[in-house]
């Protein structure tokens, strides 16, 4: 039933189905089962036969996803903060929306530069341009799709000396549309690879970050060197690379190489 009529979210669910009729069936078969184990619903944060609406922090629709504008609107109002705990706090609240900022963590790296131990506060230009500009960006986030699973999905990857840009799209109406931004930065021992081992390890950490959607379905990946191609040809690859083909076989994708220069979509990111 699970499956099929419904998804769950810890102690919150979700009944769905593309038609009135449907939906009301389901609807029914899931308050006999709430009414035959005496599970008591919340009546206040029940919501029937919507086609929208706030679920977990998100608004979702039936083709988009889009942040809580309540909850986007208490953190743009916050005034300077001054403690260390006080920027942990907000940090933790605008990454709950990071899936929507490009370049986050390099955004906020003035402000989690104040996170380490023994550093002094500093109430610097960079740090205030930073909450400045991820408040900003906050207010003003894109508004995602939801994945069309019909349809390939599409990787642009791209990686600098430090860290590692992606974004997940899909096509629509003859347009890009971005479903999910993610940024990471570089270990220390990754920073030393070759630059053909770093465009690896960019494809090997966006497969593993969008596994999710990219399992059973067909993508298409765009990337600056033929590093994938250099691997799978490669026939004295050491352990490591080894373990990177092994996760790579478990999808279903193509290359396409781009240079540099026309791989500006993602190119910041990893700036």
């Not at 490009?102 to 341009?129: G, H, N």
């Not at 995602?144 to 590692?164: G, Q």
């Given at each position: ?27 029914e ?33 039936k ?31 605008a ?6 900022i ?118 298409i ?13 490669k ?37």
């Amino acid at each position: 039933m699970i499956e099929k009529t419904m998804e769950v979210f810890m102690d919150d669910f979700l009944v769905f189905k593309n038609s009135f009729q449907t939906c009301l069936s389901h609807l029914e078969r899931m308050l006999k089962r709430c009414e035959d184990t005496n599970l008591c619903l919340n009546w206040e944060k029940s919501h029937f036969m919507v086609k929208e609406g706030i679920v977990l922090g998100h608004k979702i629709s039936k083709n988009r996803i889009e942040v809580d504008k309540a909850k986007v609107d208490v953190i743009a109002k916050l005034p300077y903060l001054t403690t260390v705990k006080g920027i942990q706090s907000f940090l933790s609240h605008a990454s709950f929306y990071r899936r929507f900022i490009q370049d986050f963590s390099k955004i906020a790296r003035p402000m989690t530069r104040l996170l380490k131990k023994d550093t002094l506060f500093l109430f610097s230009k960079e740090y205030v341009e930073a909450f400045q500009t991820l408040k900003r960006k906050l207010t003003e986030a894109p508004i995602l799709i939801a994945p069309n699973w019909d349809m390939p999905f599409e990787l642009m990857c791209n990686v600098s000396d430090f860290a590692i840009g992606a974004v997940l799209r899909q096509r629509q109406e003859k347009h890009f549309r971005p479903i999910h931004y993610v940024r990471k930065t570089m270990t220390e021992v990754e920073s030393n690879y070759t630059i053909m081992e770093k465009e690896m390890v960019a494809v090997v950490y966006t497969f593993e970050k969008f596994q999710s959607y990219l399992i059973m379905n067909k993508s298409i990946v765009y990337t600056d060197h033929s590093a994938l191609k250099y691997l799978f040809a490669k026939k004295d690859s050491n352990a490591r690379l080894l373990r990177w083909v092994l996760l790579l076989q478990e999808f279903t994708f193509k290359v396409i190489d781009t240079k540099g220069a026309e791989n500006l979509a993602v190119d910041h990111l990893s700036d």
